[in-house]
Each structure stands twice: as structure tokens, then as C-alpha cells.
């Protein structure tokens, strides 16, 4: 039974004294000293150097990485829960100087895997210690052959502390600062732009649409700034690819993925294809909420007033009972890290905004940040999360360089572990009104996927375009982000966010460029995989642990096939993928109707 929770993590089981650990101050000085020395040894090494040699400096670099992932997720999970936190603000600041030495390292070892013999390459991975690791010493192998000389790597790295990487920590420091005004009860209150983010679930269309107000004239007050770190971001991307000699922006995303170009298309395809169907729901929604269209602000609005929130004991119940009927394993996990305290969830002033899921690969844990209000939204965030931590827990004993799966797969895990508990809360919804209600924050994650995750796709692909000619303007940006949302919704909504641009953090981000599309893969795969399962006559449970297992040691078109035997850059899998979501959408509109009447 799960009782009595705190909705605060604990960190101290990791480092003690968080900000003013000792510990972590030790901890943080021996990776600088480890990576200095591996440094060192890797640049005396002849590049056929004998195969014990690099047996050692794999080995060297798997430990090395773990511990620079360790101190990473450290220091994020300090910075995001008290944006006031000076210390931390130093850490992150010492993170960046750590990972492009790391960064420094890792292209000395990838210029020298490059330029080993055929001879000597062949011999080194038949190795019993290389055989696991083929695919991903491979994968760098091939792509140091398309980098430039090894000091000109170097200084790409040494470059982005300052530049590139600086101009991400400014947009979270003026994001930290940012208060949103919103007044309730006839009193002007201030709130976190993540607190005032969840009021935006109310079921009050005034306050919804006062408090969207509020936040978009937030971020219009500070577009100046945030349209310099975009810009900025874009500009330092695209010289560096200017210098790589690549011309698709989608180059460097799809291969940090692992994924073609055409297994994209076919994706995107199959959505646009079924796209009038979820215009259908849209237009069903509006007449629901007694509006004649949608705005931005409605899309994701509850259509029943009466939304019970759970408390978080309750929401932790829940999500570990429906994650117990699939995978009693994943039930386990979830439980262990609500009890522990993996989860800093309390609704306060001073955190950040958003969720994520970081993982701590020498200490073997994992910890989730989020605000939590009660709301169906942050159950649905909650489930996603512990499906990231779920994820690691399972690869805990692979290789450590064997753990660093891409985006879009570890979106798979995330939004499977949330498909199980909004599928089983629909199945087991005891009224019509509660089912529809059910069906509909189902679908309205199909809508975020689909149209809001494919807005900002757009968007990107045409701001990259534009910014090759130089800086695009605030007045521009809004203007490509309300287009892109007209095509990304099918001009179906009255009402678009022309700042979206600017209050999405994934635009800003670095080393993570088109922080979209891979959301979407994630949805549509785990559909395909939530199929796959229904179907399967085995132990499907063993089956995906295995899958995720493999997650870091192939691209997606290999798991696909191995796991799955479906091809991914043909539109059949994701076609079968988008009937389970069809499926949810026909029934919501069938029985809107029957209520109707």
C-alpha cells in the first residue's frame, strides 16, 4: 500500500548537502583529473597502439562516462529545484567546462579509432571485451571520419562554453527569474512560469484564457532575449555544419537518433494522411466546451468542470496499479522510487518549469522532477517520467557506453509506460461522461504528437532556412510559429500562440538540436509496440526488457526488426500504429454523440 509520501526527492543518498557537498566538490574535481590523465595517455598512444592498450582506454572511458553523467544529472536536478540557487548556477557552469573537456577527450579517441588499420580494427573487435561494443565503437569510428582535424574539434568544444552552451544558460536564468502575475479570488498573485503553466488546465475558460494571457505577455515582454539565444543557438549550429560541409539541418538529429531520413518521412506521412480525423475531434471538443472553434488555449482544456485531482499518494497508487496489470516488474520500479524518494514533485515557488527524468549510472538511481497539482495532466507526466526511469533501471548492468540511447527511443519507453495507465483508466471508467472524459485526454496526447510536436517541427525546418541568410526577427519568428501552427492543426483552431517560439525550452536547448520529432517516433513506436503486446502469446514483458536493453547498441531500424520485424522507413508499421489511435478518436466522437442526444 502506498501512504504517506513526500513529495520531495532525496538527493543526500547521492551526495550529501546537496549545493554544499563536500562530497560532490571531490566528486567534480577527480572526473576534471580522470579526463585530464585520459587525455594525456590517449595522445601518446599510437594510434595501432596493442589491443590491451585499448582495451584499457575503453574501459577507462566507460567509467569516465558514467561519472560525467552522474555529475551531470547532479547538478541538474540542483539547478532545477531552486532556480535561486548560487552555487548550483556556479555547477552549471563547471558542467560545461567538464563536458567539453570531456567532449575534447572523446574526439582524440574517435580521431584515433578512425585512423586504426582495417587490419588492426578487425582485430580489436573480435576481442571478448569489444564484442558487445562493436556497434557503438563502430558508429564513432565512421562518424570521426566526417569530423575536422582533431585541434579544430577541440576548439569547436572549448568555443561552446562561452558561446553556444552560454546562451542556453542565459534563457533558463531569465526563465528561473520570470514571475507570471494571475489573479484569483480577486487577488493578484505571482507564480513560476511552471506553476502558472498547470493553471492553464482549469476548467474556467475565463481564467484559462486570463492566466494564457498573462503568460504570453510574459514572454512577449522578454522576446528581445529570447529571440538573441535562438538566433544565437541556430547561428552556431550552422557554422559548425558550414564547416562539416553538411547542408541538411536534419543531418546531425537524425544520426544523433540513429534513425534515416526515410524512416521520417513515412512517419510524418502516415500522420498527415489521418490528420482530418483529429480535426473531426477538434471541432467535437469545441462543441462540447460550447465554442464554435478552438483556440490554442482550449486544445488541451478538460471538457468536465468537475475534474476530481488526486493527492499524490493517490496518483502514485494509481499509476503503479495500472503499471502492475502490463509489467509487475515496472510496478516494482515505480514503487521503489515514489518510497525512496526519486521524485521531487512538490507544487512550490522557485523551481523550474517543466519535467524530466535524469539518471545517475554510478549510483544506479534515478530521479524525476515535476510540479504535481493533482491534475490528470501531471498523472500523465508522472507515468511518463517513471517510464524514462524504468528504462535506465532495466540497463543498469549494460556497458556504460551501451546506456546512451537516443532521444526517440527513450521517448518510447516514456510514452508507454503512459499509454498503460491512460488505456487502462478508459477501460475501467465506470459512467459514459467518465469515459468520454477519459477517451478525451487520451486523444488529446494524439493531439500533441500529431499537430502541437509537428508545429514546432515545422517551425524549426523553416527558421533554420531562414536563419542561414541571417538573424531572423522577433516579428518574424511569431509569424513562423503561427504559420507553422495553421499547418501543423490544419487551420482548425481560431486562435495560435505567435511566442510559442519562446516559451518552449526545447528550442533553446543545445547538443539536442530538433528537440521535436522525436517525441512523436516515441508515441507512434510505442503504439506499434502496445500492438505488438496485445497480440503477443509469449512473456512480452521479458520481451521488452530486452528491447530496451538493446535501445543503445543499434539504430531504431535494427530494433525494429529485430524486436519487432517491421520496417520503419515503409508507411505499414506506422499506418498500423495510427489505427490504435484512430480507434480511440472514432469512439470519443461516437460517444460525444450519443450524449449529445
Known sequence: MIQNLQSTWDLDVIFSGESNSQAFHQFVYEISKEIETLTEEVTRMDTNGSVENWEKIVCDLERITKKVREMGAYISCLSAQDVTDKQAEIYVAKRAQIAAAYSALTKIIDQKLAAITDTAWNRLLVQDTMKPLQFILTERRERAREQLSENEEILISDLAIDGYHAWNQMYEAVVGNMTIDIEENG??????VGQASNKLSTADRAQREHVFRQISDAWKKNEALFGQTLNHLAGFRLQTYKHYGWENVLKEPLEKNRMQQETLHAMWGAIEKHKPLFVNYLHQKASLLGLDELSIFDVHAPIRSNIEKMSYDAGAAFIVEQFRSFSPQ??????????????EAEDRAGKRPGGFCTSFPVSEQTRIFMTYSGTPSNIATLAHELGHGYHQYVMNDVNGLNQGYAMNVAETASTFAEMIVADASVKMAQTDEEKLTLLEDKVSRSIAFFMNIHARFLFEKQFYKERKQGMVSTYRLNELMVEAQKEAYCESLSEYDPHFWASKLHFHITNVPFYNFPYTFGYLFSQGIYAYAKEYEGNFEEKYITLLRDTGRMTVEQLAEKHLQVDLTK?????????ICKQDVQEFLELAKKLEK
Open 330 to 343: 515496472m510496478a516494482d520500479f515505480a514503487q521503489m522510487a515514489f518510497e525512496k524518494r526519486w521524485i
Open 187 to 192: 487577488e493578484v498573485q505571482p507564480y513560476s
Open 571 to 579: 508507411p505499414d508499421f506506422w499506418e498500423n500504429a495510427m489505427e
